[in-house]
Each structure stands twice: as structure tokens, then as C-alpha cells.
């Protein structure tokens, strides 16, 4: 999704792809197929870039300091990624900052998961501390019989194995309200942008539905949200896109506790593309080249983002044009993969006035339903 905007500014984009099914291949014309967790694989990838920079979080941290070393502009840089790669160090980062961290603990035994849990109150949550993605590495863990027991205890009995990680997350389990986004982008200048603050919807744990800005959210909730990942972005020293993941908690302290951050243009963020002046595609790439940000307001009053994933139509391609027809102003976004169920395989965004919101909102689910259904 950043092949238009960097076409449209005239900059190059060159992708190493995954496998020769990625759907960045069919629309960007430099895309070798390559590994990125191998060191020479990367090299030659990188070799006379003006920069290299991500859509995942993945890449070896000791790889890109080698490529750094080497003389590689890599953006961002791995001490800032390495917040949205590790959520231990997210963790600790957010509390020296003093920003609102639910409670938290680093453990390394099923005893020290229990004695969180009997000091902070059942259940808690158990998170692998990389590599985790719409919520898998994620458990709740409802009593201390469960942590001895239940999957939990495997975890533990299997980190003695991980070479990526020793220790494991625990954090109570967070009564929120609903999920929120706060999005922003920022420069090696110092120059950084937040987006309005969005709601986001998950259904098993995967982004479903996104609204910006978040209905109803209390103004002052907001702007602390957005000073929050501003703050974060320029103390981490981040370039490019970063999306703050937060819970909304009304009632405490902040109104909203930092759940988790990714580095990069984020589902969350989606609905940028029709509905800022600013998509977060072009702004990342505006970023991490050092060039001026874009404006970031919403277009219209509300911007609302729908995902499709696989389900029972195999024939994606064939649906859209019942869709659009259906919801001539909704905006289908489709990424070319092959269906499969529960992958995430486009999504559809709207914008419109406030008073309309769930009108809206009925009609990018109503477009995607067709296009993943099959039918309304
Ligand atoms: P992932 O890396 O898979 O995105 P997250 O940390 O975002 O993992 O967790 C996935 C989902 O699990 C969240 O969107 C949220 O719904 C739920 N979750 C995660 N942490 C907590 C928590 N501390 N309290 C309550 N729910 C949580």
C-alpha cells in the first residue's frame, strides 16, 4: 500500500519480498524475493538505497546494526524499533517516561507469575515478548490453579528453548472500555504529526473496524492520548510511522492506559489513505526520507475503515464490483491475496458527517460482507 504514494511523489520503491505471492510484487517493479533474516541477503538488498525501512517488525535487530554500520540509512533506527519489537522494553520505556503503563511485571517462573496474579488480583495476562501478532503469544490466565497447570505452565517449560527471548510478560488484565489508536508520524528533524485519536474495534483479537476520529472520546482524553505518542515517538526517536495501541480506562488517572506500539503504517491507520489529507503510506515514506510532514486532519467529520477477511466467497475479484455498486461512496482496498479463512485480505473505508457514523459504519460492513460472504 505504499507503492502509490511513493509513484505519486516520484520516489523509488524497491520491496524485498517475502515470496513471489506477496502482493507488493505485482505492483512494484523492483521486488526481488529474498530472506530477511539472512545478513547478505539484506546487503545486497540494501546496497545504494537512499533509505531502507520496513512494513513489518521482524528484521534481526543485529543485522540492521551491522547494515548501520556499514553505512546503511536504516529508518527507523533499532533502538527506537526495538520498543515495538520487545514489549519488555516497551514496558520499561513507558514508565520512565512516566507515561500510563498498565500494573506489570517481568517473569521468568510459573512462581512469579503466581505471586503477580495473588499480589495484583486473577486473571492476568501472559505475553511472549516478541514476536506476537493479533493476539497470538497473548494468554489469559484466570487463577493461580490455571498459571501451575494450564497452558500457561508450558510457556514457562518451553523458554529454556526460545533463543529470541528468556523471560515472559505478565500484566493485569485492563477493564477498558474500548481500544484506541493514537497514530503519528515523525522526522529525524525533530518534526512530528499526530493523527486524530481512532477507535478500534477487534473481534478475536484481529483490528475488524476503525473510526477516527474515536466517537465521544472526552477532548481532554485526546489530546493526552496523541501528547502520549508524540512524547513517545520523539523520546524513542523514532522516524516513520508509529501507532501507540492504547485502552481506554475512564475513571483512572489518564482516562487510558499504552498497550502496545508498532512501528510502521498500522491497520489502525488504514483509513488514512481516503480520509486525511495525509495517508500514513506517504507519510512514513515522507518521514523516514527526512522530507516535510503532510497535514493530518480528517477530511470530512468522521472517517471509518472496515477490514474483509477470508470467508465463504473464494472469488474476491469477482464481488467487488456488487459492492461498490451497493456503496457507491465506500472505497475498496484490495491487497491481491489469495483467500484464505480469517486472513486479511483488503478493507473498505468511508468518511462523512458525524451524524451519520452508523449509517456509515453500515455501509463499509455491508460492502465488505459482500466481498467476503458473498452476500449482505
Ligand atoms: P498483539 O501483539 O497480538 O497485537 P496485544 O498485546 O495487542 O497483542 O493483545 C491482543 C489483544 O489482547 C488486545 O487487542 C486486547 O484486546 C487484549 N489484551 C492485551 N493485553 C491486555 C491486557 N493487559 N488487559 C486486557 N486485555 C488485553
Known sequence: MMAPAAHELGI???????????????????????????????????????????????????????????????????????????????????????????????????????????????????????????????????????????????????????????????????????????????????????????????????????????PGLDPAVAQAAADAAVRLATELGVTGVMAAELFEVPGTEHGFLINELAMRPHNSGHWTQDGSHTSQFEQHLRAVLNWPLGETAVKDEVAIMKNFLGGANEDIFGKIPEAVEAEPAAKVHFYGKGVKPGRKIGHVNIGGSAAETESLRAAVTRAARIISDGHA
Open 12 to 214: 523509488n520503491l524497491q520491496i524485498l519480498a517475502e515470496s513471489p505471492e506477496v502482493c507488493a510484487v505485482q505492483v512494484v517493479p523492483h521486488a526481488p524475493v529474498g530472506d530477511y533474516t539472512d545478513l547478505d541477503q539484506l546487503r545486497a538488498f540494501a546496497a545504494g538505497v537512499d533509505v531502507l525501512t520496513f512494513d513489518h517488525e521482524h528484521v534481526p535487530t543485529q543485522f540492521l546494526e551491522t547494515l548501520i554500520d556499514e553505512g546503511v540509512n536504516v529508518q527507523p533506527r533499532p533502538a527506537a524499533l526495538v520498543h515495538a519489537q520487545e514489549k519488555l522494553e516497551m514496558r520499561k520505556a513507558v514508565e520512565r517516561l512516566g507515561l500510563p503503563n498498565p500494573r506489570w511485571a517481568e517473569v521468568a517462573s510459573v512462581d512469579d507469575l503466581v505471586s503477580f496474579g495473588d499480589e495484583i488480583g486473577w486473571p492476568v495476562v501472559l505475553k511472549t515478548p516478541r514476536g506476537g501478532y493479533d493476539g497470538k503469544g497473548v494468554l489469559i490466565v484466570k487463577t493461580a490453579e490455571d498459571a501451575r497447570g494450564g497452558e500457561a505452565s508450558t510457556w514457562f517449560d518451553q523458554l529454556g528453548q526460545r533463543e529470541d527471548f528468556s523471560t515472559l510478560l505478565a500484566e493485569q488484565k485492563v477493564p477498558f472500555t474500548r481500544e484506541l489508536s493514537a497514530l503519528v508520524a515523525r522526522r529525524d528533524s525533530g518534526e512530528v504529526r499526530p493523527w486524530p485519536v481512532a477507535e478500534s474495534i477487534q473481534v478475536n483479537s484481529v483490528c475488524d473496524e476503525v473510526i477516527a476520529p474515536a
